[in-house]
């Protein structure tokens, strides 16, 4: 799911508006790897976006999107278009 040695501690403050209703700093990609990739997917921007391909897997990414029940429509078939 990550990828080796990175972004094991705490997220980059930038993607702190996108996690409105969760302690952010109690957070971490070990520990909510889904819930963070959601996050990004439906409402992240390019840098977000950047981080989160950097440090996580394309498969964990491509699996997600199949079965995730967070992301909306729009957001879905968009990220299958794009990771083809």
Known sequence: MLSKNKHKAKLPDELKRHF???EFNELSFEKYPR???ERIL???DQDGVKWLLSCTEIQFIKDLIENSRNLNGKTRNYWQTMLK
Do not use: F, Q, R, S
Request: proline share 0%.
């Open 20 to 22: 409105w209703d969760v």
């Open 35 to 37: 819930l963070i990739t």
């Open 42 to 44: 439906n409402y992240g």
